[in-house]
């Protein structure tokens, strides 16, 4: 057991390499005592550049105080000052589960903390944990929305309360802070409400769980961080219990909340798909730490069959509006996507448990793609706007939101400052602030990096202290240098991931140039301090067509780049014709050019026809010959309001 502490009162859960060899716990968002790979801390992984580090410097530097500012400008905080108080519910602002928005910021600004160590951010920290804690019942009851005078009362309404959810939130932030600041009274917050929580959700509590996972693996972190295996049962009796028919019938049906089905015989991610992904990383963690195989096994598969039948190009899930959930298999409408961009911090969330417990580039593969085209194209370059469900065909031409307003969760094609519905923009503050967390990782024989940043990666092996320093223009360039800048005498495994669409990648050391496959490539030897490795990943852009039984992008044709799926805007056709006019010459394949991705092909406008349906068309006739630069799909909607497309048309039968 590790001698490492940094939460005193606790006997501390130490981490397990693949050996069974116990090694300190880093400061990251999930920390399993065992798996394939251990996850490297904030302190042992540095962004320093790229689009990735603007990223981060943008989240502290703007989004942090903006979704500040509005949580306190829409009452969403001052709820906590008026239950405290003791004033009635009735007065009380936002919906049902508003109390999460203000946890998220604060795991967001803890990591973001843990990163800088800006002392005025920690103040902001412990200003509002003195707000939530002054709200908490002296039995660790906490919520803002029921169980006081006025107000419905506790866990009476588990389908829409959300009331577990929220102290989800808030334990996935209270471990946040403490294994950056060590343990303060956000924590002691956190084990006041989940010791509430097993009491009466325990084995002869309410049998019953919450409408919204969430707090599955919430408990499941708590109790690494604790040591309570109290809060372990609790969330394994949650995941045991929901799929039979638990929750009442709602109007969207139990799959909405995976009550329809227990997990271990589910075979895809089905109904709501924010719910799904944060389940299933629930299930992912329980079965990490019981070393429940039977359990992983089922998450797999149904991560398979969702990955492979009902994603988006993008990454992006969810394709059913009215019930923000998964459609039917090869169900991928691009004009109807939801894709929140919670679903796609859900998957990132997801597929980062499965890589560390299996080792398998895949997972990696998917977060890198879920990254750069969901979680990346969520918020403005300003990062004070946010999408909160990502099309990838917009057929009209958007309104400018007014952006000293809060909007409905879906209804803009432009992006919010702030959504009635505003789980997006917390979401995508907390993943960034944590984002070198998901760069690399170790076992006992090694490192391997599965995202390219411009970077440094350092940490003690059993055989000695690696330091890795990572140059590269990536995504813009497909060269990634890793420099040694100090190495053990021993022989270390140096592994890189070479993307699923990297054919033709080749590694360098030693001057040696060989070819890589995608998957891994591997590196075991004695490294020599300054020598220098270089991967190199062809970026070519590159046509990506569907499974034909996706019938909605059926004759059409994408462009992809490196990690990142471009589209066009109207803003990029000459006269801002319409997207929709813009056929695509499949035989003239995309270039690079200077601030985009060259493809050729012709506009053809639209006649109007009264009847838009008739006799099957000849072979297609191209219009004038047009080129247009795209652009990635993530920096849409920058420039005002267009119509965009992903998926492009191509001449042929199906173009009358
Ligand atoms: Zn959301």
Known sequence: MSASTSTPSFPHVGVHDSTGTAVPAPAAPVVPSRGRFRPLGIGEVVITGGPWAARQSTNAAATLAHVEHWLEREGWLGNFDATARGELASTRAGREFSDSEVYKLLEAMAWEHGRSGDP??????????????????????????????????RWSDLEWGHELYCLGHLFQ?????????????????????????????????IPSVCG?????????????????????????????RRGHHVLGEIEFGRSYFQDDQPIREATVLRGHAVRAMYLSSGAVDLAVETGDEELLAAVVGQWEATVARRTYLTGGMGSRHQDEAFGEDFVLPPDRAY??????????????????????????????????NVVDTGPSRSGTAFFYTNTLHQRVLGTVPDQDSAVPRAASSLRAPWFAVSCCPTNVARTFASLQTLVATADQDGVQVHQYAPSTITTDLPAGRLALRVRTAYPASGRVEVVVDEAPDAAVALSLRVPSWAHGATLTEGGVTRPVEPGTATATRVLVPGEVLVLD?????????????????????????GPQVLCVESVDLPGEQHVDDLVLDPDRAPEDVEDGVLVHGWLHRQADPAWPYGAPPGPDRPGEPVTAVLHPYADWAN?????????LRVPGPGSR
């Open 537 to 561: 990943l062809p970026v070519t852009p590159r046509f990506t067509a569907a499974d034909p039984r996706v019938d909605a992008v059926r004759g059409t044709l994408a462009v992809e780049r």
């Open 639 to 647: 420039r005002g309001p267009s119509t965009m497309r992903v998926f």
């Open 120 to 153: 005025e951010l920690d103040a902001r920290i412990r200003a509002i944990t003195a707000r939530v804690a002054a709200a908490q019942n002296a039995d660790g009851y906490l919520s803002t929305a029921f169980g006081r005078p006025g107000s419905a009362r």
């Open 339 to 372: 894709s929140e961009t919670c679903a796609g911090v859900g998957s990132v969330q997801l597929a980062w448990r499965l890589l560390l417990a299996q080792g398998d580039p895949r997972y990696a593969d998917l977060l890198e793609r879920t990254l750069y």
């Open 212 to 240: 919204h996972p969430e707090i599955e693996p919430a408990l499941v972190e708590l109790y690494r961080v604790t040591g309570r295996r109290r809060y372990l049962e609790q969330a394994a009796l949650f995941l045991e």
């Open 173 to 205: 932030a209270g471990v946040a802070r403490a294994r950056t600041a060590g343990h303060d009274q956000l924590l002691t917050v956190c084990t006041r409400a989940a010791d509430l929580v097993c009491e009466v959700f325990g084995p002869d509590g």
